[in-house]
């Protein structure tokens, strides 16, 4: 069979469009869009590239392939989440309720080009009438004449997080025409840039050239050029330094530790996500190395949650793990036994105390809570000295001293530090130094963002219910 599908992608046109896998009844398992049909759809024929399991599967129920052509990439953005919604195809995850997706706009038209939010439905209304105003063009440009567009994104807060980033490091105006020229008649900027989140183009605060240099950026950072991005940062910082305009170039150099900083977090959580296929893999705990970390999440001292998550080096015991890359390569996270805490006894602001809370209370559950509750090899906690030596006590207590190992990583404000802390990294001797910084620092993460997620939640109900 996939003999059979391998010759229907080669016979599919290098034209944008929409793609349908189908199985042997004729149901639609899954639907996907492409710049080159051809090349996309052949793609999952190479075995060089793995998609993962769930896709894998899907392959090979499926017995034929359709397609449908589109005049641009942004049509076919349009018709995949039509088709989606439509068949509800079993192995696709975003775009199956009736929601409409968000974008990112860009109005290249203008002098000083502002970003702003657009809904499906304006992208379609849009794509409509500039079809009907060019009626002697077959094609529509995927930037719709001077509108380039980024996305999908499957919610507007999504988008609104992703413009805040953004913001920080590239002022932008998302003002209309109208506000644009009010202000520029007062002759000063709006509240945006009070808050410097606006370099106030309106009110002479930036010139033309500039500004497009900095929308000419996002544009790469938002197309995922950001090596490119960081090039030019670069360049422009050491230009500005050698000829001693020092104020610009401090500027930069913030704007390039923001950015190393959010590639940083965007290599973790794609190595994350890529990783988590823990079904794929079954721990032994002769040659493995199971490791727990914790973290605390809380707003001066309310909704105060504590987060347990699981990661594995695989042959960790028996084969020396000497890189970073090595250690990343043999490690998954196993979200069977992650685990949420709500804190009960802690009052006021000390996480210290509210991660002796949750150490008391899982390392309880070790002689009661079966296999799932086993300890690791390795305790990692997101902190420094002081939550590590009550995690010390909290073991010494609990009579485990020799039953597992306990260490801790500090972050600093920033999260780019990693600093190891404690001696019990020693019981592990195969993990190096380095392969545990960036096991931790995997870890720490993901412990993180486990953590937060919970809070919101917690804090989202208790909202609701007052």
């Known amino acids: 069979m996939t003999s059979a599908l391998r010759q229907q992608a080669a016979a599919l046109p290098f034209l944008p469009g929409v793609y349908l896998?189908?199985?042997?009844?004729?149901?639609?398992?899954?639907?996907?869009?492409?710049?080159?049909?051809?090349?996309?759809?052949?793609?999952?024929?190479?075995?060089?590239?793995?998609?993962?399991?769930?896709?894998?599967?899907?392959?090979?129920?499926?017995?034929?392939?359709?397609?449908?052509?589109?005049?641009?990439?942004?049509?076919?953005?349009l018709l995949e989440a039509r088709l989606i919604r439509q068949y509800k195809p079993r192995y696709n995850i975003r775009l199956r309720d009736d929601k409409s997706f968000s974008l990112i706009r860009i109005d290249l038209s203008e002098p000083f080009p502002p970003i702003y939010i657009s809904r499906e439905k304006e992208l379609e209304e849009l794509l409509v009438r500039r079809?009907?105003?060019?009626?002697?063009?077959?094609?529509?440009?995927?930037?719709?004449?001077?509108?380039?567009?980024?996305?999908?994104?499957?919610s507007a807060g999504s988008v609104k997080l992703a413009l805040k980033t953004i913001r920080k490091i590239w002022p932008f105006r998302d003002c209309s025409q109208g506000k644009y020229d009010t202000y520029a008649k007062l002759g000063h900027g709006c509240l945006f840039a009070t808050l410097k989140l606006c370099d106030a183009p309106c009110a002479a605060g930036i010139g033309a050239e500039e500004y497009r240099k900095n929308i000419d950026q996002i544009r790469m950072f938002l197309r995922g050029d950001r090596q490119q991005v960081l090039q030019l940062v670069q360049a422009e910082m050491e230009r500005c330094a050698a000829e001693e305009r020092f104020e610009q170039a401090a500027k930069l150099r913030d704007r390039l530790q923001s950015l190393l900083h959010i590639q940083d977090v965007a290599e973790t959580r794609r190595f994350i996500g890529s990783q988590q296929r823990s079904d794929v893999y079954r721990y032994d705990p002769e040659t493995d190395i199971r490791v727990e970390c914790y973290d605390i999440s809380n707003i001066q001292g309310a909704y105060a949650v504590g987060s347990q998550i699981t990661g594995v080096i695989r042959q960790g015991k028996v084969e020396a793990a000497k890189s970073g890359e090595e250690a990343r390569r043999r490690f998954y996270l196993d979200k069977s036994r992650y685990r949420k805490y709500r804190i009960k006894?802690?009052?006021?602001?000390?996480?210290?105390?509210?991660?002796?809370?949750?150490?008391?209370?899982?390392?309880?559950?070790?002689?009661?809570?079966?296999?799932?509750?086993?300890?690791?090899?390795?305790?990692?906690?997101?902190?420094?000295k002081g939550q590590l030596h009550a995690a010390l006590e909290t073991r010494s207590a609990a009579?485990?001293?020799?039953?597992?190992a306990m260490a801790a990583v500090a972050k600093g404000p920033t999260r780019r530090r990693v600093d190891l802390c404690g001696n019990d990294f020693d019981?592990?001797?195969?993990?190096?130094?380095?392969?545990?910084?960036?096991?931790?620092?995997?870890l720490r993460e993901e412990a993180h963002r486990f953590a937060i997620s919970y809070y919101r939640r917690v804090h989202r109900r208790s909202a609701l219910e007052s």
């Open 131 to 154: 079809k009907r105003e060019r009626t002697t063009v077959s094609k529509v440009s995927q930037k719709i004449d001077n509108q380039e567009f980024f996305g999908p994104y499957l």
């Open 399 to 404: 009579k485990l001293e020799a039953a597992v």
């Open 21 to 77: 896998f189908k199985n042997e009844a004729g149901q639609v398992l899954y639907v996907g869009k492409a710049v080159r049909l051809r090349e996309r759809v052949r793609s999952y024929f190479a075995k060089e590239i793995g998609r993962g399991p769930g896709i894998d599967r899907m392959v090979s129920e499926a017995v034929s392939i359709d397609h449908q052509i589109a005049g641009s990439e942004i049509e076919a953005l």
């Open 345 to 384: 006894t802690v009052e006021g602001i000390s996480d210290v105390d509210m991660l002796k809370e949750v150490l008391t209370r899982r390392l309880k559950r070790v002689t009661t809570g079966g296999e799932h509750w086993a300890l690791p090899d390795l305790i990692l906690l997101d902190g420094g």
């Open 427 to 442: 019981r592990l001797p195969l993990v190096s130094p380095e392969a545990w910084k960036t096991v931790a620092e995997l």
